[in-house]
């Protein structure tokens, strides 16, 4: 029932329990200053309840955004427009009143890549201007979130507002989000999460079908206020802030203020056989399989993985010193294409229940389809590809590669809670304690399956080095090209990456911390264009080296690059022929050339900047390749 704010004439407030007088006057006002701007014509307080979701559901079905998927239950599906479907990241922004905080100083004549700043006020200005009535003939609601388990000390508390049905589902699948945050908040501080599709509409104007504005498109941290800006983009890792803009881009800056970090990283539960348990965190750049390791399914008898989260890590030292990590997400917004009962049964496990799936395929059996499950479609079903191709199966094989049924960058959005192996102290408000961090990438050549930095100032070094293949979560690269991605934060990193060096490096002088040992993995390596390492489940295997090395056990020899497996000493019983020297082969050469493109990069982009420990480390490195 539609209710008149006493506070702002001519808005509508629609929340059936919460009213704008109950907010917290910093709340209140957040939510009052927008209303002017923005200019909505209603405005609604989401208490996150199951009734409210059932209404936003309900009213995104009534106006065409999703589409019920019968074969399933409480699944629906969202189709954006083929101009948004991924981050952009030319368009993304840091703004910071000193460049440098933002972004390192390139060497002359060189364009940095790592990040975008821009002058906070010159900013603020643009996106004024932007935001000016963007809100038009639309609601506008208010999303408390928290990222993080509620009320715990590792967690911190947002406020979005947002223009999209959309945002507030799948908000409310990736975050805590709703009343109870607003009990933790009372009236204390939170970052302000500002959202809007940038499709205002007047008078009798119809709806685009999937509302968005690519023209003026960005996608604005402010770290220095907590602040986060996105405009134009009602995709994923554009508008659900609390994700990437919150848990990554803002939240490394206050980690690195408050002496911890936001990462990148999977975090996963590991039992050996013996019944011991440890947790690693692991790096990889998007759509490289984090979520397929993060809910790994051990082909070695007798262990056991457990899931805490598939793409953000945030992790503090206890008072033992213990590194101590929580996924401050509430849901998985993974990559569907390639999810099948083979590479990821818990996935498969997790998603046909109360899934936002966006950008996939749809069956004429009501259910969902994507490249990858071939095998696990009834034959006589039709397939609408996520364009519209009606009976896609009968394409030709060439026009099925240039028309996939999904979009490679398609997702699934689905409750952490729901993964069949999802670890029992996944909400634990203290976090699970992490023994190793892992990096890695998509590194078809040079790179071996696995090996161990040689310390923390050169593990620091190893997630400095990482480069992968792109992928199509991002849409401002063409897929394949080796891309530079330190950390796998290259697109999160929410300060200046010379800065954020000094930060990982200055961790391990923390009195009384045991530090992590780190590792790098490469479970992407070809010959004759084919993956030599069956990766997925067989993983296993390498982590199982790396949970001994962690127990001090003698596995390990050195190699130009670090520490890698002795002889025999990764279990390969029952893989069947595997061309282990492969997979470890390191040719001067190539070694050569790494080094080299390392150095360049560096140089390039961080100038003087680069950190003497790491300055030291590549040294080091180029001079153990002379030496072979
Ligand atoms: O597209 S998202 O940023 O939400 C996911 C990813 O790219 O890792
Ligand atoms: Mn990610």
Redesign the pocket.
Known sequence: IPRTSPATTGVRYLSASIQLTDLAPRVREFVEEHVKILRPANVHVCDGSSEENQSMVKLLQDIGRLKKLDKYENCYLAITSPEDV??VEKQTYVCTTKKEDSVPTPAPRVESVLGNWKDPQEMDKEMESKFQGSMEGRTMYVIPFSMGPLGSKLSKIGIQLTDSEYVVASMRIMTRMGRGVLDVLKDGSFVKCVHSVGYPLSEGQKDAEWPCNKKKLAIVQYPERNEIKSFGSG???NS?LG??CFALRIASTIARDEGWLAEHMLILGLTNPQGVKKYIAAAFP??CGKTNMAMLTPTIPGWKAECVGD?IAWMRFNEEGRLMAINPENGF?GVAPGTNTGSNPNAMGTIFRNTIFTNVASTSDGGVFWEGLEKEVPADVSITSWLGTKNWEKLTDHEKKEKPAAHP?SRFCTPTSQCPVVDPDWEDPRGVPIDAILFGGRRPRTIPLVYEANSWNHGVFVGASMRSEATS??SDFKKGGLLHDPFAMRPFFGYNFSHYLQHWLRLQHTPGVQMPKIFHVNWFRKSDGKFIWPGFGDNIRVLDWIFRRCDGEDVAQSSPLGLIPKEGTINTEGLGPIDMASLFQMPKEELREEAAVMEDYFEKQLSGDIPAEVRQELEQFKGRVDAL
């Open positions: 991924a981050r995709y994923g890792g659900l994700k990437k998007s759509a793409d917004f960058n979560a991002a």
